[in-house]
């Protein structure tokens, strides 16, 4: 059976366990991650390189882009139009079906409440605020990744 020690038993002693050298090489990585992306800090002491404009270099020829843009565009893919168009025909489905949902779990709460079904009662309740729900996340869907898509271009 094998132990966090060793292979089987114990370690001999002195030896160190497997898993003591994880925090090291934690650091490790996160400081070339760190390196990299600012720039800056290990580039010399870990063998990071400028070489070229864009591009660096990490050891034995692997390069990694310097800087990489991103600029989303409905018009610069063809369909674009056309998916825009779905979408909105989507989000109108899903708010039709979230009204009717609405209108059922109403119903069901207000059967359940009159026949004194708790369980049925309840069932209408949670359908009238789950529907509710659904629409206010299908109005607020492209508000909410808009702020999300904003929030992620204000990191360096």
């Not at 966090?4 to 114990?10: K, N």
């Not at 090489?25 to 600012?38: E, K, N, R």
């Not at 109403?106 to 069932?123: C, D, F, R």
Request: aromatic share 8%.
């Amino acid at each position: 059976m094998r132990s966090l020690t060793g292979e089987f038993g114990s370690a001999p002693s002195g030896a160190k366990p497997w898993w003591w050298s994880l925090p090291t090489l934690a650091q490790t990585i996160l400081g070339l991650v760190g390196a990299w992306s600012t720039g800056q800090g290990l580039q010399h002491r870990q063998g990071l390189q400028h070489r070229g404009k864009g591009v660096r270099r990490l050891g034995a020829g692997l390069a990694l882009p310097a800087a990489v843009q991103l600029n989303p565009s409905t018009k610069d893919l063809p369909g674009g139009q056309e998916l825009q168009t779905l979408t909105n025909g989507l989000g109108g489905w899903a708010l039709m079906f979230s009204l009717a949902a609405l209108v059922v779990g109403a119903a069901i709460w207000a059967l359940g409440s009159h026949s004194q079904n708790y369980q049925q009662s309840y069932v209408g309740r949670r359908t009238v605020l789950v529907s509710a729900l659904a629409a206010l996340l299908i109005g607020a869907a492209p508000i909410l990744i808009n702020f999300f898509y904003d929030a992620g271009t204000k990191f360096h």
